[in-house]
């Protein structure tokens, strides 16, 4: 069963614009991390925070972790064409495990 | 470095048949995962080795099947294939001590007919 569920399922902006996309989950975890596919292809870790982090940058990528509500966002700031993709975010239950749980996902159609 | 690898690319297999995938984790990484990602919905857990050990098992029936070999590369196997099993097949490999990261293969998309 999905563990977390994307908010919106698709979002289409403009090159140039803002894209945030929103992650909730059920369970205590130990962090949660975003993954990118490309059409059906293998998935890239984007980036990782931790249960115990708020906020966390990297590069054009910003996301915050609100455990108090279970949820996380994802924002990709000035977004290319080349951003275009499916968005998953991925926990792993608090105890140890390396199991991840994804959601359903979110996809992102940037438009040049 | 090379990156997880995954064979056979595509498969096609029939009803009742049954199929074995292939993985290569990352030199170094001594974990590998097993995830199912039916069309239009996230990857789902099947299963985690470690060492050579089922460090876990997901929600799915006795038909699937894993192993981890010496060398830390790892077979999935699917007896009496379904219609319902055909699917994007992915692995992942982590590094010792992860701090739960994982790195995927391009995966290997299983068509049963």
């Known amino acids: 069963s999905q563990q977390g569920e994307e908010d919106p399922q698709a979002l289409s902006i403009q090159e140039g614009e803002n894209a945030t996309m929103n992650c909730s989950y059920k369970t205590s975890i130990n962090n949660l991390q975003w993954y990118r596919q490309n059409s059906g292809r293998g998935l890239v870790h984007l980036i990782l925070i931790r249960s115990n982090e708020r906020e966390k940058h990297s590069g054009r990528l910003r996301v915050t972790l609100d455990t108090s509500k279970k949820s996380s966002s994802l924002l990709i700031t000035a977004s290319r064409a080349a951003d275009t993709a499916s968005y998953f975010c991925?926990?792993?239950?608090?105890?140890?495990?390396?199991?991840?749980?994804f959601g359903k996902g979110t996809k992102l159609t940037v438009n040049p | 470095d090379a990156g997880v690898t995954q064979s056979p690319t595509h498969l096609i297999k029939t009803r009742g048949q049954h199929v074995t995938l292939r993985c290569s984790p990352i030199s170094g990484h001594k974990s590998v995962s097993w995830y199912q990602q039916v069309l239009g919905q996230g990857p789902q857990f099947i299963f985690q080795y470690y060492e050579k050990e089922e460090r876990g098992r997901g929600n799915f029936p006795d038909r699937f099947s894993a192993r981890q070999f010496p060398n830390y590369s790892s077979e999935l196997n699917v007896n009496a294939l379904l219609l319902g099993d055909s699917a994007l097949y992915l692995c992942a490999s982590s590094p010792p001590a992860s701090s739960g990261t994982q790195y995927f293969g391009p995966g290997t998309r299983l068509t049963v007919l």
């Open positions: 991925a926990t792993d239950a608090a105890g140890g495990s390396e199991k991840l749980v």
